[in-house]
C-alpha cells in the first residue's frame, strides 16, 4: 500500500511517495518513489521555467531563458566568466522578461550566485531580485506559480 512520506531539513519540505518493504521491531525499510518534491519556504511561490512558458530575460545585452521565476526575482544559468559580470548587490535598469505571451520592463539587483552543481564551477545559477515590478508582472507570475503548484500537488494527491 503507497504512503505519502514528508519530512523537513532545514525548513525546507520534502515530499514522496514510498512503499514499506521490511518491518522488524521498532525498524521500517521504506522503498521511496522518484520523483522526491522539494518545497521552500519563500516569500513568493517559486517556478521552473517550461516552453509553454516562453520565456525569456534581456539583461545587460545579453538575452537567457531564466531558470526559475516568482514574483520576487528570477534566477539564470550562465559559465563561470561570464557569472563574474554579475557581482552581489549590482543593479541594472531596463531589464526586459518576456512571460507567458507578455512583456515587462523591470529593475534588477543582483542577490547571490553559486555553482550549478556541487561537483563543478563550470555552470552557476545567478539570482536576482526584481525591484519597481510592474503589479501587471507580478500578477501575471503569481497566477502562473499558482498553476504550477496545483499541478505538482495533483500529481502528489
Known sequence: RP???SFSVNDVLFFAHARIFARQEREISLAI???VFKLQRR?????????EHAASLELNGKKFIPH?????????????????????GWVF?????????????????VAGAHPLRK???RLWKVGFRFRDL???????????AILYTQKIWARWL
Open 68 to 88: 526559475d521565476l516568482s514574483a520576487g526575482g528570477v534566477s539564470v544559468v550562465m559559465d563561470k566568466e561570464e557569472k563574474d559580470r554579475y557581482a552581489k
Open 134 to 144: 510592474p503589479p501587471a508582472a507580478e500578477d501575471a507570475i503569481t497566477r502562473e
Open 3 to 5: 504512503l505519502r512520506l
Open 119 to 121: 561537483d563543478s564551477d
Open 33 to 35: 518513489d522518484l520523483p
Open 43 to 51: 516569500e513568493a511561490v517559486r517556478i521552473k521555467i517550461m516552453k
Open 93 to 109: 535598469e531596463g531589464v526586459v522578461l518576456r512571460f507567458a505571451g507578455r512583456e515587462f520592463r523591470a529593475k534588477l539587483e
